[in-house]
């Protein structure tokens, strides 16, 4: 008897413990359900917000892409049709010569950069796909240009594991140094929340990219006999010089001046004088991602240029000076 007390004594218990516990869920789920519904009409997302959210959609539709295609070999047309939004096809994405744990990880990746379109998309309008040049060529231009001479033979970035990493090291820093400039012009929680969640992935990225490079920073890319750290550090000097905004992009290996806290040439990541991450504004992201250091001026991975408001004001801008000269 005495027994049996005690069990629906304690079972009671348990089954209050319960119960608070359902009522404690259940409070933290209404506030929050309310509010996403509030969000979902981007009711709450001021213009300026939905201007700078969409500008990252075309950075994330180029990494989407180079990581799909480069571990895949498919790319978001057969993967996420959805996303596509009917926009044309990459040119010349192809899969990349990999070994399996760089095929793994930039596997990974390319999932992760699906996530985040369909994240933004879920936000703002957006748009779709613009046309991206992802072709052989295309890259061989930025190292030709990062070296300031002709390569032969031309860069191949799906020739294998290291080209691959050096094409990769071109990509998400450029989205992180983005989401940064980004993120104090937000206004709304909600933009905010968003920029942050993608700002910590693509940095991790980075970090990923960075840190295998880091590990072969002494390797001689064949055939060129150039170290694999020159090779970042040209690539980061050209965009700094693209972008018009200062140092915002440093190598792997710097002069300990650069490096953290001034006392340490290993730059594993890229950061200001208090290790900070650099920002940049969409302008000096389109000027580097066009490789005409304009943002007036399209071509490199955007042979028709960006889409969303910011992008497509300068595009207006070009038009009339095109215009405008030509009637002189
Ligand atoms: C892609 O880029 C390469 C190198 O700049 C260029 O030769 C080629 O014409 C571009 N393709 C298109 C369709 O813009
Ligand atoms: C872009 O075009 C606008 C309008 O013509 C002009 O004011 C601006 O200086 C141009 N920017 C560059 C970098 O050429």
Redesign the pocket.
Same mark, same amino acid.
Do not use: I, S
């Given at each position: 008897m005495a027994l049996s007390t005690s069990c629906t004594a304690a079972s009671s218990l348990v089954l209050m413990k319960f119960l608070s516990i359902f009522i404690f869920l259940l409070l933290l789920l209404l506030p929050s359900s309310s509010t996403a519904s509030h969000a979902k009409g981007s009711s709450a997302i001021p213009q300026s917000d939905v201007d700078l959210l969409e500008f990252p959609l075309n950075l994330e539709y180029l990494e989407a892409e180079f990581f799909l295609w480069g571990s895949l070999g498919r790319g978001l047309d057969t993967v996420a049709p959805e996303l596509t939004g009917h926009g044309p096809s990459p040119i010349g994405a192809k899969i990349a010569n990999l070994d399996h744990l760089v095929r793994d990880i930039v596997a990974q990746f390319a999932f992760q950069e699906v996530g985040h379109l369909r994240a933004i998309k879920k936000t703002v309008p957006g748009f779709p796909r613009p046309l991206l040049n992802l072709s052989r060529e295309s890259f061989a231009t930025v190292i030709n240009d990062a070296f300031g001479q002709t390569l032969k033979p031309p860069f191949d970035p799906y020739a294998n594991e290291i080209n691959y990493l050096i094409a990769s090291y071109i990509i998400p820093y450029v989205g992180l140094t983005g989401y940064v400039g980004a993120n104090p012009k937000l206004q709304s929680p909600t933009a905010k929340r968003l920029v942050a969640g993608l700002l910590g992935v693509e940095s991790g990225q980075d970090a990923v990219i960075r840190t295998l490079l880091y590990e072969r920073k002494l390797v001689k890319v064949n055939p060129y006999g150039i170290t694999v750290a020159e090779f970042t550090n040209r690539i980061s000097s050209l965009r700094n010089k693209l972008g018009?905004g200062g140092l915002k992009d440093e190598g792997l290996v710097v002069t300990p001046i650069e490096g953290a806290e001034k006392r340490i040439k290993g730059n594993v990541l890229a950061g200001d004088q208090f290790s900070l991450s650099f920002g940049r504004t969409p302008e000096e992201i389109l000027?580097v991602v066009y490789g005409s250091? *304009?943002? *007036? %001026?399209t071509g490199g991975f955007y042979p028709k240029g960006a889409d969303g408001r910011i992008a497509k004001s +300068?595009l207006i %801008?070009?038009k009339? +000076?095109l215009l405008e000269q030509y009637s002189a």
């Open positions: 018009h000027r250091g *304009n943002e *007036n %001026k +300068y %801008k070009q009339f +000076y």
